[in-house]
């Protein structure tokens, strides 16, 4: 099964950064089948940014140990007051909380609030520019790090460009470029997924494509073919139909070992699909890091164009208490309140409070007054929303499985 670099982010639960030491190349599995690929008329999402990457202090980096952090519920740290968004562009914004007294270091972690209009509607699931990238420590030089839009992206054998992921044609076995995995369950169980590429090299050289995804822990592959360059380059879209959607899913493109006659520039990847009409989820979208009281977070173009749909980024910031000689995170606060980036969406000024979210059995949530209780799946689509009581609520959940649970003015990820 592929490992990666990761870092889980869970509302109100725990952080467990680590470093993954081996994994086996996607390009290596034993496709489940071939899957043609129809290229569509398509507009480009591409845009150039402003500014230069930020310098990331990050303690992944500079420790490389296995990294805990205690539950939530050990929080001995006062949660992070989160202040609006500043310096808000199609692209990026700033968040802001205040200092905490026995932090160290924040982590402030950005979701994405998604739904549909009447009609269905195309979603960004990823966009990639490579416009942020910079290269890993050099014990991990096949990892990408998180100043990418997305993190946990995979290059093997492969190099950083200007702007680009560069695919040598010396490398001896091949390069591969591994999108981090995407939850594309909104979509359902199997769907269409789409995606755009930019490339540059030589006429007539090839880059492969393929799809994985996750089947009850295994990673799965299908081939979908070979993309060949044409004057000097190639910038389309494509479609591939009735492919499994899960929690883990992701395209990979790698070359052939000697096969091209010069090295392929990936400038651009986008992944996007059409969801149904009618439908809410909410996304986790990256984290950031930082020994500040405030951060720049990368964005994707929203979409701001269709009628009804609305697309809006909210973040939380949690404390921590990093001992920087082993890496371990000694205190931990519960998140923050919620910011809404745009201030219109309904999980603004969302509050810490003494409002208690816990699996026994049954979700039991425990509120200080009335509030409306909401279940989201890991996919972030709306399960289930109840009118919770003062007092305890206990409730059943439809299955077993991760969930995100606001309740009141309290975000918390349970598991059944």
């Not at 539950?71 to 562009?89: C, G, M």
């Not at 979603?123 to 910079?134: I, W």
């Not at 979700?363 to 409306?372: D, F, N, Q, S």
Request: glycine share 8%; charged share 20%.
């Amino acid at each position: 099964m592929k490992k990666f670099t990761f870092v889980l982010a869970a509302t109100a639960l725990c952080v467990n950064v680590g470093f993954a030491q081996t994994f086996e190349p996607m390009n290596r599995l034993t496709p489940v089948k071939q899957v043609a690929l129809e290229k569509i008329e398509k507009s480009s999402l591409s845009r150039t940014l402003p500014g230069t990457a930020e310098t990331k202090f990050d303690f992944i980096k500079e420790n490389q140990k296995r990294i805990a952090k205690k539950p939530a519920q050990v929080a001995a740290l006062t949660a992070p007051e989160a202040l609006p968004a500043t310096n808000v562009t199609p692209s990026y914004f700033v968040a802001n909380w205040n200092a905490v007294s026995g932090a160290n270091y924040y982590e402030v972690d950005t979701y994405r609030i998604f739904t549909t209009a009447a009609d269905s509607v195309e979603y960004c699931a990823l966009y990639e520019d490579f416009y942020f990238a910079e290269a890993s420590d050099e014990s991990i030089t096949n990892y990408l790090n998180g100043s990418t839009y997305r993190s946990q992206w995979v290059l093997i054998d492969g190099k950083l460009g200007d702007q680009s992921v560069i695919l040598p044609a010396a490398a001896a076995e091949g390069c591969e470029l591994d999108t981090p995995p995407l939850d594309l369950t909104a979509g359902g169980e199997t769907g269409n997924i789409h995606f755009s590429l930019s490339l540059e090299g030589n006429t007539g050289d090839k880059v492969y494509i393929g799809y994985y995804y996750d089947e009850n822990g295994e990673s799965k592959a299908y081939a979908l073919g070979d993309l060949t360059l044409e004057d000097g380059g190639l910038k389309g879209s494509y479609s591939v139909p009735d492919l499994p959607l899960t929690e883990e899913s992701g395209l990979f493109l790698y070359t052939m070992a000697s096969e091209n006659t010069g090295d392929i520039k990936v400038n651009e990847f986008v992944v996007s699909q059409t969801l149904a009409p009618g439908l809410e989820f909410m996304a986790f979208h990256d984290y950031a890091t930082t020994t500040g009281t405030s951060v720049q977070v990368f964005t994707m173009e929203r979409d701001v164009m269709s009628e009804g749909v609305t697309d809006n980024f909210f973040y939380g910031v949690f404390a921590l208490n990093v001992n920087m000689a082993t890496g371990q995170v000694t205190d931990a606060s519960n998140i923050s309140n919620l910011i809404d980036v745009d201030g219109q969406s309904g999980v603004e000024g969302v509050q810490v409070s003494n409002d208690k979210i816990f699996v026994h059995d049954n979700l039991h949530v425990v509120l200080e007054k009335p509030a409306t209780i909401a279940v989201y799946n890991m996919a972030g689509v709306l399960v289930m929303s109840v009118e919770g009581v003062e007092g305890e609520n206990e409730i059943a959940l439809p299955a077993a499985g991760a969930y995100i649970v606001k309740a009141g003015n309290t975000v918390a990820k349970v598991m059944k």
